[in-house]
């Protein structure tokens, strides 16, 4: 199988696009894998993946065919114009035995080219993307002759595909500027064939109209092409076809290279020319195709094809357990009660109203006050201590640490859980952290302060 | 190539540290956040690419919990006579037996901070300034890595920055980033990496590229939701149901059905478009519940709530968000058929006017989805999309989403494009025979999606 060119590849990418967003997702795991793999920038990998989806599930091979058929539709459609081109030059010239009437003739040549000529080009500047019929015509045929039940996405994805830069217009525009092209070559071809091989003679007629105006419009008519070095009948010629046939053979020719020279100038040309219009700006269209990323469907594969963000994985474990802290109470001498605040903000009021008996550590916070107050409660160690907390603050290890480090040197330890500050709620959740840190460290702790317990030693 | 740029975040417990990863990395599935302490107990790393190329690598690591036992330790690590420097310090320090018992999480956050080239120091800037944080940061500095503090939860009510600041630049740290990972500033991430090319001259041309990129990417997101939004809005204008009278209630309940099924396809494809997993809109201010919207599209309640004005036969809730056409009625319908013609496609809408005229005369009436519930479609996805595109990966709670302002879906004329896609029956995926991939039917929602990005 031949390489595909790229806009087969866009074609093939946006078939399984359609495929997908109708159908469901495909799987894809080894399609991303090998389009990751591949590398490049993100329209590449998607094409990448796709070429591959597609020819895993066959669609290449509908494509191809589809092409062909394709193909094969463009073969009737150009046999088709050729025999109708070939029909109109029979059909202007008829079968010689009577005379030919010029503007008949010239009718029958390009009458429908130009009616159909003129509704391309208005179709072209008003309709849009929705006209010619021709290119539905096409379409319709070779999606007949690729007879393939995959190739149903192919079309309408070429047409989207297409579209989008507006490309549909100009493809269609050579098709049938093309056709045309073809069907007057033929007739032109035939046409010359005729007139070399037969003898025919010209005439005009009319009931209403005056001689001047039919020399008036030969005449017209014959500048143009009189340019190109076509002859023109003269004056008189004309005036004397207007009778009957002459039959000189210098008129003959003079009417023969007229007819031949107005078919190729106000037929052939201007289908060359817009058949070649179409074509660059086909060829301009075709090499800025891209793939649109702002549509859902490829953005969607963004992250599986090229993500902005991957995990790179645990590079430094959890251990098995965290240091423990451990709770515990002093084995020596203890005397007197003492409430400490650890970590308080300017939020509360500090400290509460003390009996007599209880004294007031303040609120720990830097390492300095932490070590002072650690060092006196060793060489005094108290018989109640209270450690008052915000449990709005995280309950980390170090303050666990340092609880337990002041439990550890008074006798009996209780902790206060302070209230939130007026206006503020207490996070159920930390709350609950709390309670559980506690917990742990065997320490009892309550939302109210335990002044009761601290003065006399019990509740 | 260039070598990607290594960021430790660091911080106390519990300031969101694997939050913030989470935003910065569009991934919801990072790591674990929870409201309990140490929660993440080791070291992990993410990884941002720009087509394909790695630019930086975050990593995760565990809270500091016990700074200034930590700071005390060290400072009585320096041997008589002896003056050693932060790194040289935190090096004996590491290669003793300590950081492998009391400070082995603190152990873990130095070595990476080592190891990166800067570190994002994440600061819960409702907590107050207290010793241990300070501590905290002496410890990190003393890593000799440039530091960028990162506030988190800015938006909260009781933040106490100003505060932080003070702090912050009596340590020397001038510079700093308010960044709410759970409702990050729009341009939060540009700010933030704009911020970290000042620390890191160096890298600024990869930053640069990252925020470039992303800021691309936002904009695709955008214009890819408008997309969704739109193929949601001509599939149900463009939903058409031929009725005969007595089946009439069934046939509306039906209809509804498929109307309320293709919005919910709608919400998932924008909930996966944004990076969000259906669970995660649960339980959220996404006004969706369950990662579906909880007000019933047909109520003509939510249709008030969004400021939609609705006719009488619909406020009384009787055909609610069904307009039945009537064959006197169906001059409308002929109006519309009848532009559609003229635009393209004249063929194939007459043969479908044909069809559904003939089924008029032998007494069928149709049944199209309502004006007022299109306008609701279109508003609640675009509250939908705007909530989305304000959402951080950290998010767990809801944040507020004002109900839009957009005058221009609740009263104004509706766009064109739906007036067109009426006419067409083939256009809507919720019809028989549908033809999607019609090329007036994309340009339609083409030209709608423009409309829907740009208001």
Same mark, same amino acid.
């Given at each position: 199988m031949t390489a595909l060119n790229p806009l087969q590849k866009l074609w093939l990418t946006e078939t399984v696009r359609l495929r997908e967003e109708h159908a469901?997702?495909?799987?894809?795991l080894e399609a991303n894998r090998l389009a990751r793999t591949a590398g490049g920038d993100l329209p590449t990998r998607i094409q990448h993946r796709a070429l591959h989806l597609a020819e895993r599930d066959g669609l290449t091979a509908a494509l191809t065919r589809w092409l062909q058929g394709a193909r094969l539709a463009l073969v009737l459609l150009a046999l088709v114009a050729v025999i109708s081109g070939a029909g109109l030059a029979f059909a202007a010239l008829g079968n010689g035995l009577a005379p030919v009437n010029v503007f008949w003739a010239l009718g029958s040549l390009l009458g429908l080219n130009l009616i159909l000529l003129i509704s391309w080009a208005l179709g072209l500047l008003f309709?849009?993307?929705?006209?010619?019929s021709l290119g539905r015509l096409w379409l319709w045929l070779s999606e007949k002759l690729a007879?393939?039940?995959?190739?149903?996405q192919l079309a309408p994805a070429l047409l989207l595909l297409l579209q989008r830069q507006k490309l549909n217009r100009w493809a269609v525009g050579v098709l049938v500027n093309g056709l045309w092209l073809l069907a007057l070559l033929s007739a032109l071809v035939i046409l010359l064939t005729l007139l070399a091989t037969r003898r025919y003679g010209f005439v005009w007629e009319t009931t209403?109209?005056?001689a001047d105006t039919f020399v008036a419009v030969t005449q017209a008519l014959g500048a143009l092409p009189a340019v190109l070095g076509f002859n023109v009948p003269t004056v008189e010629m004309i005036r004397a076809s207007g009778d009957s046939a002459l039959n000189i053979e210098s008129a003959r020719q003079a009417w023969a290279a007229w007819l031949v020279g107005v078919l190729l100038v106000y037929g052939l040309l201007p289908r060359l020319i817009l058949a070649l219009l179409c074509l660059w700006r086909w060829k301009v269209g075709r090499a800025a195709l891209?793939?649109?990323?702002?549509?859902p469907g490829y953005s969607q594969l963004r992250e599986r094809l090229m993500p902005s963000s991957e995990r790179l994985g645990v590079n430094d474990a959890a251990p098995e357990q965290l240091h423990h802290v451990t709770g515990g109470v002093s084995e020596l001498e203890s005397d007197g009660a003492l409430l400490v605040a650890i970590?308080?903000?300017?939020q509360h009021p500090w400290p509460?109203?003390?009996?007599?008996q209880v004294k007031n550590a303040g609120i720990l916070d830097s390492r300095e006050s932490r070590n002072k107050l650690l060092e006196q409660l060793t060489r005094f160690p108290p018989a109640r201590l209270t450690i008052a907390c915000d449990p709005r603050r995280s309950p980390d290890r170090g303050s666990l640490a340092l609880i337990a480090e002041l439990a550890r040197s008074a006798a009996a330890t209780r902790v206060w859980l302070l209230q939130a500050p007026p206006g503020q709620a207490l996070d159920a959740e930390r709350l609950g952290d709390w309670h559980t840190a506690l917990h742990q460290l065997e320490l009892p702790f309550a939302d109210c302060a335990p002044l009761n317990w601290l003065e006399t030693g019990h509740d | 190539m260039t070598k990607p740029l290594k960021l430790a975040v660091v911080g106390?417990?519990?300031?969101?540290k694997t939050s913030l990863l989470r935003t910065l990395t569009r991934d919801v599935g990072f790591g674990e956040v929870s409201h309990?302490?140490?929660?993440?107990r080791h070291v992990e790393g993410a990884r941002l690419s720009v087509d394909g190329e790695a630019l930086l690598e975050l990593y995760d690591t565990p809270g500091l919990e016990d700074a200034i036992a930590l700071l005390d330790y060290l400072e009585r690590?320096?041997?008589?006579g002896e003056r050693l420097d932060g790194p040289a310090r935190l090096a004996r320090f590491l290669e003793g037996s300590e950081a492998r018992q009391r400070f082995e999480q603190e152990a873990k956050v130095l070595r990476q901070l080592l190891a990166?080239?800067?570190?994002?120091?994440?600061?819960?800037?409702?907590?107050?300034?207290?010793a241990k944080y300070r501590d905290e940061l002496q410890v990190l500095a003393s890593c000799g890595k440039p530091l960028l503090p990162v506030l988190n939860?800015?938006?909260?009510?009781?933040?106490?920055e100003p505060d932080w600041r003070e702090a912050l630049a009596r340590l020397g740290l001038h510079a700093l980033v308010r960044f709410?990972?759970?409702?990050?500033?729009?341009d939060g991430e540009r700010r933030l990496y704009e911020s970290l090319a000042l620390l890191l001259e160096n890298a600024r041309p990869q930053l640069e590229r990252l925020v470039l990129d992303q800021q691309v990417q936002r904009q695709a997101r955008q214009q890819s939701a408008a997309r969704l939004i739109a193929e949601l809005l001509i599939d149900c204008a463009a939903c058409r149901r031929s009725v005969v009278t007595e089946d009439e209630q069934q046939a509306i309940g039906d209809l509804r059905k498929a109307v309320r099924q293709r919005e919910q396809k709608c919400v998932e494809a924008l909930l996966k478009l944004f990076g969000f997993? /259906? &669970? =995660?809109?649960?339980?959220?201010?996404?006004? $969706?519940?369950d990662g579906r919207?909880?007000?019933?599209?047909?109520?003509p309640e939510t249709l008030k709530q969004l400021g939609v004005r609705v006719g009488g036969g619909i406020a009384a809730g009787a055909a609610a968000g069904a307009g039945v056409d009537l064959l006197v009625g169906g001059l409308t319908l002929g109006a519309a058929a009848l532009a559609g013609a003229i635009a393209g496609g004249a063929l194939q809408t007459a043969r479908s006017y044909g069809s559904r005229l003939l089924g008029k005369i032998k007494g069928q009436r149709e049944l199209t989805v309502d004006d007022s519930v299109l306008r609701l479609l279109a508003l609640r996805q675009r509250q939908l999309l705007k909530a989305l595109s304000v959402r951080?990966?950290?998010?767990m709670h809801s944040i507020k989403v004002d109900t /839009? &302002? =957009?005058k221009t879906w609740r009263e104004?004329? $509706?766009?064109?494009a739906l007036h067109k896609a009426r006419a067409h029956?083939?256009?809507?995926?919720?019809?028989?025979?549908?033809?999607?991939?019609?090329a007036e039917r994309q340009e339609q929602i083409e030209a709608l999606a423009q409309r829907l990005d740009e208001t």
């Open positions: 469901g997702a495909l799987e894809d309709a849009g993307e929705h006209s010619a007879r393939d039940a995959k190739a149903a209403i109209l005056g891209r793939l649109d990323l702002n549509l970590e308080l903000d300017d509460p109203k003390l009996p007599a | 106390h417990t519990n300031v969101g309990r302490p140490s929660t993440t690590l320096d041997r008589p990166s080239d800067a570190g994002l120091y994440v600061i819960d800037a409702r907590e107050p300034v207290l939860f800015v938006s909260s009510s009781d933040h106490r709410d990972s759970v409702a990050p500033p729009e997993r /259906p &669970q =995660d809109a649960a339980a959220s201010d996404l006004p $969706l519940l919207w909880g007000d019933d599209l047909f109520n951080g990966h950290a998010a /839009p &302002q =957009d104004g004329k $509706l766009p064109e029956p083939q256009w809507s995926s919720l019809n028989p025979h549908a033809k999607l991939s019609q």
